[in-house]
DNA sequence: AATGAATGAGAGTTCATTCAT
DNA sequence: TATGAATGAACTCTCATTCAT
């Protein structure tokens, strides 16, 4: 087997891995046909099986596919010296950006991988988690160094954000138009200041003070 | 056709929906069987048929029971004359709690709806399009009274309030002992106010405003 | 049971049997369902076996309605003191109007009598056999009597006559316009004197016979 | 792929038209099962759907089958230039050696193809109009040319025909002995001739018009 | 590296039949 | 006399998977 011979393969598995992504993304992971991916990818129902061992191997590699670099990026980006509010934006981008690189393999990963068996769904288990303590820390950071109220949950607030970017990374994958970037401005904003008005609030509270 | 004749259809038929609901929330429309909801309900898979004319429908009729009380209380709250917080406060509490009444009859929907029939689809959009309306009309009324800032999203607002809900809502249907109670405050709390410390920085803001 | 009560009953198992004969000449007897029998009498699937112990009895009562009184008639006409032209008109007419006017249970007879057991088949080929071979007597009296060749294959001309005869009943049922009485004269005069002109070639043979 | 792999799906497609065609004509459309037919060709029952898509597909094919050839080998009978008594012969040795020749595929057109929905039936309505069309206009043909008597109706000649064969084809494909040469015989003397003796009749007519 | 052919298990669905009421 | 409810067997059809080529 030369070096080439394996490259292609490692290419053509990738690509099976893409077109799987993108059919189960669609019809879900039981609705989706071996032929439908074969299909997908231009090649018969049968030769799947030579770069998948069972559709079930094809749904693990999807999902990892899927939460791999997701979690790889927040690494970085916890372990970075940026300022919390960098940080915050960092992982809302990096979470929504996800969904258009990656052939919506991270809707399948949050939508199919509990039809996953025990074992295999171990490994994303520890990825998911990973990837919410991380986040976790993060907001734990932001109260330390006063950036953040005192009083938030931080597990709270950690599953929620990731709870809200899931829900706009459905709505992504079915809408290629969407603006990212104002996308990420308003959920940066959102989980920052809330929908309330300060300043008159502030003005209100300040006259009533100095009422007092 | 005596009266007790009917009601009795009337109830087993929402026993159906009601079995139809639990095993569509836990295998998803496909991974499920029909015999597995019939067993569910205590009958042979033939006699389900007696309830649906096909899997189809017992679908599109667990997605309109997930949806149609939700969407009816929606309406309740934004004609109600509560001031806007107890609004979105309201509109929480329905919202999450929906996932435990309705046997997750509104998991169902979010995620099997669309293996629907075009036609059987319509009528679901239109209530949750009317839903997000709703939605969007109390936070049109919150900036207009001047709760919220001017700067905001409506349309943004509403379908992230939704994807936040929905995110919980698939946590509350995994845990059975999630504190309800708890977790509307927090929500509430956050779209409100975001995760910033705001004391502090009205201080800093006044400092800054003396030295002016 | 009353004697009213006794008729009662007697009339609604006619108005099964016709209803029976009906759809399984429509649909026939496998692509019937006790549920469109029952309907079309407008009495609900289970009722029906009031009347049948089984789909199958029910056949079998529709077969039998469908051939004893043909079967009847021919004996008459048999029996009957007319020409040998008279009689085979007869039974064309009797044959043909069956179509009419037994609800095309003659036409399940005939399509789906072979789904019946073996058992219960018997009693109606008896009937069939007697039906061809009367007619066959009627042939062998025609040649007798030297109204008909010496040379014709009686058990062929029977056989014949009732393909002939079932072939046009197929389409009266399908067609409720098509001119009976018209049929049965051209029937009659097929089988009687062929299409061929028979003056010319009289003339001919007659000159023929003349030079010799 | 290869021709012999083309090659080897079509023989083996015609194989399966051939067993649809004998079980069909034995049990009917509605009482046959795919099992049977898969059986009958020595495959299991699912791997028939490799070479049919339905089992309402295989009906099509085996009506098709069971007619195309029989309409085309009346186009060349009509079209040629034999007198009408050779003409009218091999029509009926056509229609009836067909019954043989085809694995019972006409019979299965003539009594299930009702069974097909409305546009695939479209087509075998065409040919089989064609046919009737085709056999009339032989006879037109005869009568125009003075063999066939002025009065008679073409229409009705040809329909009779058809039935008459039809009602023949049935004894066939039931009795594997009938012989087919003899039957052929009696047929066309009978729809040339009639049953009736001729001489006899001419001599009373001779002597009548010789007492003119 | 890929495919045609086949398979067996299981799906959704229909339906003749039963029976308490 | 008729029905609602249920059943279990059979049916058509789909599909993941295998394997010789």
Not at 46 to 59: N, V
Not at 90 to 95: G, L, M, P, R, V
């Amino acid at each position: 087997m030369s070096i080439s011979t394996e490259r292609r393969y490692e290419n053509q598995r990738q690509v099976a891995i893409r077109s799987a992504a993108s059919v189960f993304a669609e019809k879900g992971f039981h609705g989706a046909s071996t032929r439908d991916i074969a299909e997908r990818m231009g090649i018969k129902q049968g030769s799947l099986y030579y770069y998948f061992k069972s559709k079930e191997e094809a749904l693990g590699e999807v999902c990892l596919f899927g939460i791999e670099e997701y979690v790889e990026r927040m690494k970085t980006i916890a372990a970075s010296e940026q300022p919390f509010e960098a940080k915050l934006m960092a992982t809302i981008t990096s979470h929504l950006s996800s969904y258009r690189e990656r052939n919506e393999a991270l809707k399948v990963h949050n939508d199919e991988r509990l039809y996953l068996p025990e074992d295999k769904r171990e490994k994303l288990k520890e990825l998911g988690s990973g990837y919410r303590q991380q986040l976790e820390k993060i907001f734990e950071e932001g109260v330390k160094v006063g950036v953040l109220r005192d009083s938030i949950d931080c597990h709270f607030a950690a599953q929620t954000m990731i709870g809200l970017c899931n829900g706009w990374g459905d709505l992504i994958v079915r809408d290629p138009y969407l603006d990212l970037f104002d996308l990420i401005q308003k959920c940066t904003d959102l989980v920052l200041h809330g929908f309330v008005e300060r300043r008159k609030k502030q003005r209100n509270e300040m006259v009533m003070e100095k009422n007092q």
